[in-house]
C-alpha cells in the first residue's frame, strides 16, 4: 500500500479524531478560492469515520478525502484534498483508490463526485453525468449550497446510476424508495 510521494513513502489509512486537525488545515487550503466547500472543525470530527488520510514517512498527513453514503445505490467521494508541497506525487491517486476500495467494501453500486478536474477521475473510470442523475446528492447538499445557481462542478460516477432516490428534494428522507423516470 506505500507509494512514492516526492521521495517519501506515503500510505492511506482510516482517519481518526486526532487527525481532524490536520484535515481541517488541508482542506481550508482549498476553500478561500471555492476549489472546495467549507466543512467546520465540528463537521469533520462528526464525520472523521468517513474520511481516509494519506500520510507520509514523516507521520504528516499529506492529504484527505471522504466517501460518504447514502445507501448500496450511492456514495459519493467529497473533500479530495492533497497539501500543495505533496502534489504530483500519487498521494491524489492514493486517496481515490483507498476511497474506491471502501465504497466496493460496502457492496455501493455507484460512486459518485462533483469536481472541477473530471479528467484527473476519468483515469479511474468515472464518466460525466447530469447532475440530475444523482438525486440524493442534489437534495442533500446541493440545495443549501451558495453556488447551487452558478455551479461549475462536473458531475461524475463510477458504476451503475441509481434507479431510485432516498431523499427528498427539501432534504428529508423519503418513507420508501422513490423509482427514478417513474
Known amino acids: 500500500m506505500n507509494v512514492e510521494c516526492k521521495s517519501r513513502t506515503i500510505h492511506a489509512r482510516a482517519a481518526r479524531l486526532h487527525d481532524v486537525d490536520a484535515i481541517f488545515r488541508i482542506i481550508n487550503l482549498y476553500t478561500e478560492d471555492n476549489t472546495l466547500l467549507p466543512r467546520s472543525y465540528s463537521e469533520l470530527c462528526e464525520n472523521v469515520r468517513d ?3 494519506v500520510e507520509a514517512e514523516s507521520r504528516q498527513i499529506v492529504g484527505c478525502g471522504a466517501l460518504h453514503l447514502y445507501g448500496m445505490h450511492l456514495a459519493e467521494i467529497r473533500s479530495i484534498a492533497v497539501d ?6 500519487g498521494a491524489g491517486d492514493r486517496l481515490v483508490r483507498a476511497l474506491l476500495a471502501e465504497a466496493e467494501r460496502h457492496d455501493v453500486s455507484c460512486v459518485c463526485l462533483f469536481t472541477r478536474i473530471p479528467g484527473f477521475f476519468a483515469r479511474f473510470d468515472f464518466q ?3 447532475k440530475e442523475d444523482i438525486p440524493d446528492k442534489l437534495y442533500k447538499d446541493c440545495q443549501r449550497c451558495a453556488r447551487r ?7 461524475m460516477y463510477r458504476g451503475e446510476l441509481p434507479r431510485f432516490a432516498i431523499l427528498a428534494p427539501n432534504g428529508a428522507l423519503v418513507p420508501r ?3 427514478l423516470g417513474a
Open 177 to 179: 424508495l422513490v423509482e
Open 51 to 53: 474520511f481516509v488520510v
Open 84 to 89: 500543495p508541497f505533496a502534489q504530483g506525487g
Open 128 to 130: 460525466i453525468a447530469a
Open 149 to 155: 445557481f452558478a455551479c461549475d462542478e462536473t458531475a
